[in-house]
């Protein structure tokens, strides 16, 4: 007869290895659904070696996601294939200092920005050119990497929408704005005469997301509007909300923005909800999944 308990010998690999260097975690499973930091594992009684030099170089490229300078030549570059030339604006915050220092300098237009925008209104040739259904500002925000790297494929997704729309938007120019916060929609909104600015900004950098661009809708910008009058779509990204949907999503808060006159908290985004007059026999909702 063996000398061998029961629990020995059923044990497998995939279970505590009690006497060896390194220690299965059964939560390391889940890591294939999140890019949240679980299911670690340990060494001894120290994280193992290659997960805390990952979590420094995800914390090094959060960093490098606020400081980096958005790179306004590759981005206007890009922009060509749906606007001739943008605006290049820039916010009261004169550098990357004041910005992170003066969160309320980066929430308004400099002199010459909004110069510039005044001038190019006083110069539209017909009433028509002198009115926008939207304005899209395209903002650096916390992260340049963000808007660097979705700005354009999402642009491409939405404005693709937008011309299958039965009704026509019109749009005013694109604006970039440097060291921008969302805020400043609402200036340039306002001196483009739009009906809704969208502001496509880089959202602060997490661990595990230095690259999340989110979206702010705004009815009737005009400068003093709170956060309340806004709409927000979050972390578009190819590892978060993908372009089409977040695109779809847009067209929905838009064509509901117009209908309703309104944004903010009083317009819900219900365009994943199956909700009651959406469906065609009735039912009961306390029942529905």
């Known amino acids: 007869m063996k000398n061998s308990s029961p629990k020995?010998?059923?044990?497998?690999?995939?279970?505590?290895?009690?006497?060896?260097?390194?220690?299965?975690?059964?939560?390391?499973?889940?890591?294939?659904?999140?890019?949240?930091?679980?299911?670690?594992?340990?060494?001894?009684?120290?994280?193992?070696?290659?997960?805390?030099?990952?979590?420094?170089?995800?914390?090094?490229?959060?960093?490098?996601?606020?400081?980096?300078?958005?790179?306004?030549?590759?981005?206007?570059?890009?922009?060509?294939?749906?606007?001739?030339?943008?605006?290049?604006?820039?916010?009261?915050?004169?550098d990357r200092n004041h910005y992170l220092q003066r969160p309320d300098l980066g929430r308004k237009l400099d002199q010459a920005s909004r110069d510039q925008l005044s001038n190019f209104m006083s110069k539209a040739a017909t009433a028509t050119e002198s009115h926008h259904d939207i304005?899209?500002?395209?903002?650096?925000?916390?992260?340049?990497?963000a808007v660097q790297k979705n700005a354009h494929p999402f642009l491409a997704q939405l404005l693709t929408i937008l011309d299958e729309q039965p009704e026509p938007w019109r749009l005013a120019p694109f604006s970039l704005v440097e060291q921008g916060r969302v805020a400043i929609g609402d200036d340039i909104g306002e001196l483009l005469n739009a009906k809704v600015v969208l502001v496509l900004i880089g959202e602060r950098p997490g661990l595990s997301s230095p690259d999340s661009l989110g979206l702010y809708l705004t009815w009737q910008p005009k400068t003093g509007l709170n956060d309340a009058c806004r709409?927000?779509?979050?972390?578009?990204?190819?590892?978060?909300?993908?372009?089409?949907?977040?695109?779809?999503?847009?067209?929905?808060?838009?064509?509901?923005?117009?209908?309703?006159?309104?944004?903010?908290?009083?317009?819900?985004?219900?365009?994943?909800?199956?909700?009651?007059?959406?469906?065609?026999?009735?039912?009961?909702?306390?029942?529905?999944?």
């Open 8 to 94: 020995t010998a059923q044990q497998t690999p995939q279970q505590h290895q009690e006497n060896g260097k390194v220690v299965h975690n059964p939560w390391r499973q889940l890591r294939s659904f999140t890019d949240a930091r679980i299911g670690l594992g340990r060494a001894g009684i120290s994280l193992p070696t290659a997960e805390m030099l990952a979590f420094q170089l995800s914390h090094a490229q959060a960093r490098d996601a606020v400081s980096f300078p958005l790179d306004l030549a590759a981005l206007s570059e890009q922009l060509k294939d749906f606007c001739a030339s943008p605006l290049h604006l820039h916010s009261q915050a004169v």
């Open 231 to 289: 709409n927000c779509i979050s972390n578009i990204r190819p590892a978060g909300l993908s372009y089409q949907d977040a695109a779809q999503r847009t067209v929905y808060l838009l064509q509901e923005a117009q209908r309703l006159n309104l944004s903010g908290v009083g317009l819900k985004d219900r365009s994943q909800d199956d909700v009651i007059e959406h469906q065609t026999q009735p039912t009961n909702f306390l029942l529905s999944e």
């Open 135 to 145: 304005a899209i500002v395209i903002v650096d925000g916390l992260s340049s990497l």
